[in-house]
Each structure stands twice: as structure tokens, then as C-alpha cells.
């Protein structure tokens, strides 16, 4: 199993803990917050689910069919779990908020631990993902993160509502499932932050203009490559593939000009771990 799937796999097994502790906790203890928070945590089973998943099928090797390889179903996992994740918040706020006004059993004091065992793991849980997402240049281990991150604001709401709850039952009666409510939104704004990332990607936007300057950097130090006319890159996955037009000298044979074209998409290819592959067209540079 390769990095990414064991980092995903983990996140699952944490998750589903996570999730049955406060689920449990939240039923026992007659807290609509923590029983929320611990909904939000099986939604990340499934999320992490969808990233081995995504991640599994984005490394199979390019066929005939599939020429630049399956890397955009990672990218499309990542898009699921923005939806997922959204969904899953509108009906955690739509659940607390209905409960509102209805009379419950008093909040028992111990279910304020599983949030504080949540708010640990998951803020681990979420540093872990990040910098292996960056690593592996994986939207949706990123989605994945953001989706851990997301748990420790929700723990934290849920821990205020359940304490400001136990502190003073008379005078916030209703604090512990506003607390489920706030949950259910955040998990709500950041599926609509991952959804969005991801359709980006889905829809061929550029990186960054660090990055570019980075591929025209690249070309250029191949000795006969005398510009950059234009230069396109979209992420097939975990990696980008580039269209680049070189300009170089139009009195050069088509064979040298084929070489420098060569040697460019080696110079990229070797300096830029997250570029997959360069199509080099090769132009007369103008006012030669």
C-alpha cells in the first residue's frame, strides 16, 4: 500500500473511533452537540474511504484508453467529499435546530471528554494529512485534511455549547443544540470550499503563476531555446501535464529543432517532480 492509501486508511480508523465515542457519548449523555459532532465524524469514514478509493484507481499506469492516466479520479473523489460533506452539515443543522424548545434530560458532564479526545486526535489527524497532501500533490488528500481540520472547529463549538449547557442549564437551555447547529455549519462552509477547489481542477484551471514562472524558468535554461511563446498546464491528478511552444532558431534543421524541444521536456520533467509530461511545439523565433 502505497503513502497516500495508508495515510487515508488511518484517517478512516481514527474517524470511525472518533465517531462511535461520541455517537455513543452524545445518546448516553442526552447531548444533541456531541451526537452531531460524532455524525460528523462517520461522514469522514466515508470521506476517507472515497480518498483510498480515489487514490487506488488514480495510480493504475495509462492505457489506450485512458492516455494521461486515471489521476483525475482522484480529483473527482475530492469533489464527492466537498458534496458529501456539504450535505452531511445541512442535515446535522437542520436536525439540531428542529430539536430546539423541546424539553431533554440534563447533559451528562462526561460527554465533554470525547470532544477534547476528538479535538487532540483530529488536529494531529488533520497536521498528518496537510503535509503528506502537499507531498503527494493530492487534492484529495487535501479535501481529507480540510475535512480533519473542519472536526476540530466543530469539536471545539460543541465543547463550548456542552460547557456553557453544564454551566448553566436554567440560562441556556437550548446552547447545546445551537452548539449541533454551528457543527453542522461549518461542515457545511468548508465542503463548499473543497467542492469548489476541486471543480477547478476538474476544469482545467492553471496553477499558480509561481509555478508557471518555474516551468519558463526551466525551458529557457536549455541552451537554444530562445523564448517562451505560450505556456498551458492542467492537472491530471496528482501531477500536471504541460503544452508549452518554445521558440528557437528558424534557420535550424528540423532535426536540431526536434532536440531542443527534446531536451526541454527532459529539463522540465527532471527539475519539476509535479509535472508528468511536456508537449513541446516548436516555433520560428520572431525577428530572426
Not at 480508523?13 to 455517537?23: D, E, T, W
Request: aromatic residues 6%; charged residues 20%.
Amino acid at each position: 500500500m502505497k503513502t497516500g492509501q495508508r495515510v487515508a486508511a488511518a484517517g478512516m480508523l481514527v474517524s470511525g473511533l472518533l465517531a462511535l465515542l461520541k455517537i455513543t457519548a452524545g445518546l448516553a449523555g442526552h447531548s444533541t452537540a456531541v451526537f452531531a459532532d460524532g455524525l460528523e465524524s462517520a461522514s469522514d469514514v466515508f470521506a476517507s474511504g472515497l480518498v483510498l478509493l480515489g487514490l487506488t484507481i488514480a495510480a493504475k499506469p495509462a492505457d489506450q484508453e485512458h492516455p494521461y492516466g486515471y489521476g483525475r479520479v482522484e480529483i473527482l473523489t475530492g469533489l464527492l467529499i466537498g458534496l458529501a460533506l456539504t450535505a452531511a452539515g445541512a442535515l446535522i443543522s437542520y436536525g439540531s435546530i428542529e430539536r430546539l424548545g423541546r424539553p431533554q434530560p440534563p447533559v451528562a458532564g462526561y460527554v465533554v471528554w470525547p470532544l477534547v479526545i476528538s479535538l487532540i486526535a483530529k488536529s494531529v489527524l488533520a497536521v498528518f494529512k496537510f503535509r503528506y497532501a502537499r507531498r503527494l500533490q493530492s487534492d484529495s488528500l487535501k479535501a481529507d485534511a480540510w475535512n480533519d481540520a473542519v472536526d476540530t472547529l466543530s469539536a471545539a463549538a460543541a465543547l463550548t455549547a456542552v460547557g456553557l449547557t453544564l454551566r448553566d442549564p436554567a440560562r441556556f437551555p437550548d446552547a447545546d443544540r445551537w452548539g449541533g447547529f454551528v457543527v453542522g455549519l461549518i461542515v457545511v462552509l468548508v465542503g463548499m470550499r473543497v467542492a469548489r477547489d476541486t471543480a477547478l481542477q476538474l476544469m482545467d484551471a492553471m496553477p499558480d503563476e509561481r509555478h508557471m514562472e518555474q516551468i519558463r524558468e526551466a525551458a529557457s535554461s536549455v541552451p537554444g531555446a530562445l523564448g517562451v511563446e505560450k505556456c498551458y498546464a492542467r492537472k491530471t491528478g496528482m501531477q500536471y501535464h504541460v503544452d508549452l511552444h518554445l521558440e528557437v532558431d528558424p534557420e535550424l534543421t528540423v532535426r536540431q529543432s526536434h532536440e531542443i524541444g527534446h531536451q526541454v521536456r527532459l529539463r522540465i520533467m527532471e527539475r519539476l517532480d509535479w509535472v508528468a509530461d511536456v508537449l513541446v511545439h516548436v516555433e520560428p523565433a520572431p525577428g530572426r
